[in-house]
């Protein structure tokens, strides 16, 4: 296998990004993926109970077809508790997309993040989409992942090439995360695409497990966001033959579970304010769920958070985490090591000494510039 | 009823509290409350999985016991994950306490606040207590509530006085809060005497009644502590017929309510770093279980913690804690309403509109004083 820490395109994939005037700062604010064929799709939501527009018009369109086409993508507005007005404008950016490209409008989806409450300036996005439309192109991508940033100070991608039955597979991912991270579930933006024939089941699968142990393991702030989706387009460029069970999928769910731990660390690298990138692994807890539990009280106490952040050694504060998590454990048995603090990178092992299951989560430090970051941001 | 913003103890209450050098400021840091008679004990304690020794201790004597006449606090250090000799020194702090007042030991509970996991330093509490024994008095409430202070930057202190069948009873509070502040339950020290005659079952009744509508409806943080506990004394010197129903006790709950209420209130406004405080009013939710659940998902939510703070408009915010607080809700009947936000005090009004359920969470906001303190902590 063969990595590469930034986007490289799978056969047929294309894209482009520019600033159509969503964003004050005159950075690109809308992007669009397309595959040059029609492609398998595999999608992930948030749990929120308040779901924004687009997902409710992505969720429509892959009931609707059985095959996608392309992602439209705007930063700067979630278009989010914006009513059936969102929804209509979620709907025309498809319909927008698709007269552009000569493809139906069920094989859009539609993904926004940004400000919530505020109605999309729809008008902006679609006359944008011709030019968008005409970008498209493998280099492309440059722009496109910059375009669905918010507060996010760096671009994420990553790439990885594998050979299946002799044939060279891409998969590669863009994400946006920052603030507003939490699990469940996809606690950002994903974006995933690969030439891989693989059937829509298998994939689903596949995309269900890569992101449970990596986007459904990292938390900035502990707050789920109402907009997050991780979309995945097969095409089948590639000529492997089809992948159509878990056995076949082996070493394609190697690769995406990679693309997906990969860009998921970038988002927590990159969490707002962050200063450090902490790793909770929590071992011999009782079940895998109590182990993510435990880990994740541990990495959404803003008094850990702020221990850490000062390289201050208040062990107690993990502790009493732990305790408030509800997961099994006994004080007696319960045992935790904590990695040099005054280093970029934490580690904090946990081993509640209950079982054999175990987890890791990956979060961020709290500090005085995530609030400057939040008390400003609007 | 006549409610004071002080201490004002009870009948046959006498308190005391001096620095006996836990605290390297020189501050208070012990604490002795003794009520002249046994009185009859109610207490309420942290649901964290990890239970300081004194816990241990205090519901050790509460079993061995049915009446209780002294309580010992210390600050400066929990005597949490200090394994079995936290729980010996523990003992033995009641012991020495017991031997100066001429008590049984398990007459006497147990309370301690401070570092987690950092032995006791028992030798000097020890030495301390004959003296702390001979200061009881009256006006040794000014300094016991000083004692029992962490990172408050005030004393929090609440007296009612009621009329009980033409007897005069009195109530008072005292506690401390500010960092590791959430529910369940009770989110901080409190002790509370009455010389109230009360049947244990109807003081236990109507303490868990005030403390889930008080302490338990507080969260400066979200991160539940090892160490909390409420205990309330009642010794019946103020001469009513004894209540033994719930129906003889509605004035003396009310009172008891608001004495906790406003204590909760107290400690949310010296919430560690807070400079605003926050009310949320949840109404219109299936159960009050859920009216909860959506107002302490708003309530710990930093992103609106942060944008109050910045008093920065920034309402998605709370759609999205609601959304993600699992309570049942609808887009379409969701309701919000947020008072004007440059105040020190702020009220968000939320109406799910599902049932007719309701519930008022008070909280903090979230400010770089906060990461600050717990920075620099330890």
């Known amino acids: 296998m063969k990595l590469l820490k930034s986007s490289y395109l799978p056969k047929g994939f294309i894209a ?8 004050k700062s005159g950075n690109p604010d809308l992007a669009l993926f397309c595959s040059e064929i029609p ?14 527009a687009p997902i409710t018009v992505s969720r429509k369109h892959l009931k609707a077809s059985g095959s996608h086409q392309a992602i439209i993508v705007n930063s700067g507005n979630a278009n989010c508790f914006t009513g059936s007005r969102g929804v209509s404008d979620a709907l025309g950016t498809a319909g927008a997309v ?11 989806l539609v993904s926004s ?20 439309a005409r970008s498209l192109s493998v280099k492309g991508i440059k722009q496109a992942k910059r375009a669905i940033l918010t507060t996010d100070t760096s671009t994420k991608a990553f790439s990885a090439k594998i050979k299946i039955s002799g044939r060279a597979v891409t998969i590669c991912g863009v994400a946006k995360g920052s603030g507003m991270i939490s699990p469940d579930m996809a606690t950002m933006l994903g974006f995933i695409f690969t ?18 142990q990596s986007f459904n393991c990292i938390t900035v702030d502990g707050c789920m966001s109402t907009n997050d989706m991780v979309i995945m387009l097969a095409n089948g460029l590639a000529g492997n033959p089809l992948i159509n069970s878990d056995k076949k999928a082996l070493s394609f769910k190697k690769g995406l579970s990679l693309v997906c731990l990969e ?53 107690g504060r993990i502790i009493a985490a732990c305790g408030a998590s509800g997961a ?20 904090i092992e946990i081993n509640l000494n209950q079982g054999n299951s175990s987890s890791i989560i990956y979060t961020s430090d709290l500090t005085p510039k995530y609030i400057k970051i939040n008390a400003e941001y609007s």
């Open 328 to 347: 099994a454990l006994d004080e007696k048995k319960l045992k935790v090591k904590v990695s040099p603090l005054k280093r970029k990178g934490v580690v």
């Open 39 to 52: 492609a398998r799709a595999a999608c992930l939501f948030t749990l929120n109970k308040i779901q924004a």
């Open 195 to 212: 030439d891989a024939d693989i059937s829509k089941g298998i994939l689903a699968k596949a995309l269900k497990e890569a992101v449970d």
């Open 113 to 132: 993040t940004g400000i919530i409450g505020r109605p999309l300036q729809v008008d902006k996005i679609k006359k944008a989409i011709p030019k968008l």
């Open 263 to 315: 860009l998921a660390k970038m988002i927590v690298k990159d969490g707002e304010g962050a200063s450090k990138f902490i790793q909770i692994k929590v071992s011999g807890a009782k079940t895998q769920g109590e182990a993510k539990r435990a880990g994740l009280a541990v990495a959404n106490s803003n008094l850990v958070k702020t221990a850490i952040y000062a390289a201050n050694p208040n062990f």
């Open 16 to 23: 482009s990004g520019l600033h159509c005037g969503l964003k």
């Open 98 to 108: 698709a007269d552009c490209l000569g493809i139906k409008s069920k094989s859009v």
